[in-house]
Nanobody
Framework: QVRLVESGGGSVQSGESLRLSCAGS????????LAWFRQAPAGKEREGIA?????????HYSDSADGRFTISHDNAENMLYLQMNDLRPQDSGMYYC?????????????????????WGQGTQVTVSS
């Protein structure tokens, strides 16, 4: 069992930046991949935003995030991050971190499709114009 807790969301203006954090209760580095998802509005399918393979550090992004967002992780601290720059109103939503594991729900992030079993509770990001 892996427990994930997101933080760092908030309300910002267009063009500003936010850094989201995700704290893991156990070794995140043992998961094949970690990712960030966005859901907006509530009830809509979660959109894969960014993914990182923990062993190789290879990353993938959605078209909307590529070039503006950066995913990273700190194995020693069991932390996952999402640096979001040049935010736009369409980036608004609830952001979730997730850890890949068999038996989870399948999601696509860029060219990759993986099963994600562990999810955090989310942190809200609101970008106003």
């Amino acid at each position: 069992q892996v427990r994930l807790v997101e933080s760092g969301g908030g309300s910002v203006q267009s063009g500003e930046s936010l850094r989201l954090s995700c704290a893991g209760s156990r070794f995140l580095s043992t998961r094949e991949a970690l990712a960030w998802f966005r859901q907006a509005p509530a009830g809509k399918e979660r959109e894969g935003i960014a993914l990182i393979y923990t062993e190789t550090g290879v990353t993938h992004y959605s078209d909307s995030a590529d070039g503006r967002f950066t995913i990273s992780h700190d194995n020693a601290e069991n932390m996952l991050y999402l640096q979001m720059n040049d935010l736009r109103p369409q980036d608004s939503g609830m952001y979730y971190c997730a850890a890949a594991e068999r038996g989870g729900s399948w999601h696509r992030i860029g060219p990759v499709r993986l099963a994600f079993l562990y999810w955090g509770q989310g942190t809200q990001v609101t970008v106003s114009s």
